[in-house]
């Protein structure tokens, strides 16, 4: 199974968020976000921030792929 950032990076767009505001923002690391970029794996820590801080579900976030 691979994981998907794309609904991430449309609800970046989609609200007008930089990548680096949302890192300032979620309080996490350029390395998590660069990661991320790579379809990488990350805590579950990182994505409620993220959740949080963009005020969406998960499913708003990543999309596992089979």
Known sequence: MKVSYKPLWKQLIDKDIKKKDLCQMAQISQ???TKMGKGGHITTEVIAKICGVLNC????????ID
């Open 57 to 64: 579900r998960v499913e708003e976030v990543l999309e596992v």
């Open 31 to 33: 390395a998590t976000l």
